[in-house]
């Protein structure tokens, strides 16, 4: 019986605090989810030009996105194949060639090793540059400028392993007018490190609607761009008339949207500003035209891509990637995105409101971080560990419903967290890919054993 099934008790809605501080865990999480599961690296925006890159991470690992000389994408580990060196040293770029600062081996923007210093006297004959290119992800793909990567060269394609999840994923990748794609990142990454488990983060984003009482205050205060007189309470009252709905995938993906009423009036929320105001009426009309009243209807609000790239679907609108550094430690980056032909009017708004919002300085954030902070501590004392967490909520009385694809739930339950760890567990007992797809599932996670 492997440890990881102790630890995720499904059936009883038991979760061991262990798998939040444990360096062991932490460790094998490395070796066994981020080496198998896709994760996001960057957006093509970012690197436009041929020799344009983009320094990201894998997992604990620093990564290059790097557009080449034939403007072909890649993804390489950021380490020089001689010592181990970073062979990019910056955030971002453009470059011909990354020179390795400890002894200055080159490599094209294709990966293949190129310059090594005195080649002739030194290697000729022992070294076959062939064989030394920097290390390249077997699997990549592009969705709507997205860019996402496995280690493994077994994985699933990226629709397969994302499944109904795209759905969501879709509406906060799309433009706001119902165009597919067409958006942008907007200005630099926002990053930082908070001192919790990286799995509080995702695990917030799969829908815990549970813990808004966490932003009363800043709820009171209204900052967003709806708080303006009188329409954050026409919004509200457009989506108390919702229908809300949480979903999981087999994948371990879930998500919180919802189902606006039919005909839902166009709330001007931006009306001190014409330019703005008209550009989002104009996708509103724009996208009902284009999606069909039906489709149009779907709002997503958060959800989380396993292992660890977390999104908002409607304003702010980002992706978030949690890279885990320690059991303790995760660095936030997020994504903000805009439409890319939007008027630099409307992209200034927005970058406002989303600075306003996220981030360690953004009013909304900081509540949640906090409560990661301790949530964190409280999984790592001696006493404490004795007893694990409670995910029991509405647990084994979810009725599968069939408004949408996935496991939908009406009202909120642990049954996307379930679901996750779920997974989790597979990764971590090193399950092949069928399971990890939930091929094998007979239930919900609920009743999963
Ligand atoms: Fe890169 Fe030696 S470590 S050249
Ligand atoms: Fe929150």
Not at 142 to 149: L, S
Not at 247 to 254: A, D, E, I, K, L
Not at 433 to 448: E, I, K, M, V, Y
């Amino acid at each position: 019986e492997s440890r990881y099934n102790a630890m995720i008790n499904l059936r009883k809605g038991l979760i061991s605090r262990e798998i939040f501080s444990s360096k062991e865990v932490f460790e094998e999480e490395l070796e066994k989810v981020f080496t198998r599961s896709w994760l996001f690296v960057g957006h093509e925006s970012q690197i436009p030009n041929p020799g344009d890159y983009f320094t990201s991470r894998m997992g604990a690992e620093s990564v290059i996105l790097a557009r080449d000389k034939k403007k072909k994408v890649h993804v390489f580990l950021n380490s020089c194949r001689h010592r181990g060196m970073k062979v990019c040293q910056y955030d971002h770029g453009n470059t011909q060639l990354f020179t390795c600062p400890y002894h200055s081996w080159s490599y094209t923007t294709e990966g293949k090793l190129f310059g090594v210093p005195q080649f002739k006297s030194l290697y000729e004959g022992c070294l076959d540059k062939e064989d030394w290119s920097l290390i390249e992800v077997p699997k990549m793909e592009i969705y709507k400028g997205t860019v996402w990567a496995s280690w493994d060269k077994d994985a699933p394609d990226f629709m397969t392993y994302l499944g109904d999840a795209k759905t969501h994923l879709d509406l906060a990748l799309d433009a706001r007018d119902g165009r597919e794609g067409g958006s942008e990142v907007l200005f630099g990454v926002h990053k930082w490190i908070i001192p919790c488990n990286w799995k509080f983060a995702a695990e917030n984003f799969l829908g815990d609607t549970y813990h808004n009482v966490s932003h009363r205050s800043v709820d009171l205060i209204g900052i967003g761009p709806s708080a303006e007189a009188g329409v954050k309470g026409r919004r509200d009252n457009e989506l108390e008339k919702a229908q809300h709905v949480w979903v999981n995938f087999p994948g371990g993906h879930g998500v919180h949207s919802a189902l606006m009423p039919e005909n839902t009036e166009f709330v001007d929320t931006y009306r001190d500003n014409p330019v703005i105001a008209e550009y989002f009426r104009h996708c509103h009309e724009e996208r009902k035209r284009r999606m069909g009243a039906e489709r149009n209807r779907l709002v997503p609000f958060v959800g989380t891509i396993f292992p660890n790239v977390s999104f908002h679907g409607t304003q702010p609108r980002n992706l978030c990637v949690w890279h885990p550094h320690g059991p303790e430690a995760t660095e936030a980056w997020r994504f903000f995105l805009v439409d890319a032909d939007a008027p630099q009017e409307v992209k200034d708004f927005l970058r406002k409101y989303y600075m306003r919002y996220s981030g360690p300085a953004g009013m909304t954030e900081q509540d949640d971080m906090e409560n990661w902070n301790y949530a964190t501590a409280g999984s790592r004392g001696v006493i404490a560990k004795r007893y694990p967490y409670n995910y029991q909520q509405s647990l084994g009385k979810v009725q599968a419903d069939h408004l949408m694809p996935g496991n939908v739930s009406t009202q909120v339950s642990e049954e996307n967290p379930r679901q996750f760890y779920r997974r989790w567990r597979d990764y971590m007992n090193g399950a092949d890919w069928n399971t990890l797809l939930g091929r094998h599932d007979q239930q919900p996670a609920s009743f999963a054993e």
